[in-house]
Nanobody, 116 residues
Framework: HVQLVESGGGSVQTGGSLRLSCVIS????????LGWFRQAPGKAREGIAS???????YYGDSVAGRFTISRDNSKDTLTLQMNSLKLEDTALYYC???????????WGQGTQVTVS
């Protein structure tokens, strides 16, 4: 079965950087896109960055210019480089995989990022 396992979260001071990773395994069908979402306490889950199978990237306004999404197909790994972190970046961060055949979304368990 498909599994997504995030790592790299932690605590950092404002202005600092973190790099999140997501290892994806167990899939046999084509991937439409991979993405990162986050959810802060009391707020809805927010899509912040994605990369499609053709390489097209998307960034939410709140992270554009500070975060960079990338993928390593050889290692089935998705990363999110986060720079110039702000207090409002504090959230639980999830990676997601969207299947091409039916657009079903698989989620990881999340990794906490705390900026203080």
């Amino acid at each position: 079965h498909v599994q997504l396992v995030e790592s790299g979260g932690g605590s950092v001071q404002t202005g600092g950087s973190l790099r999140l990773s997501c290892v994806i395994s167990g899939y046999s069908s084509d991937t439409y896109c991979l993405g990162w979402f986050r959810q802060a306490p009391g707020k809805a889950r927010e899509g912040i960055a994605s990369i499609r199978r053709d390489g097209d990237e998307y960034y939410g306004d709140s992270v554009a210019g500070r975060f960079t999404i990338s993928r390593d197909n050889s290692k089935d790994t998705l990363t999110l480089q986060m720079n110039s972190l702000k207090l409002e970046d504090t959230a639980l961060y999830y990676c997601a995989r969207v299947e091409a055949v039916n657009f079903f979304v698989y989620w990881g368990q999340g990794t906490q990022v705390t900026v203080s």
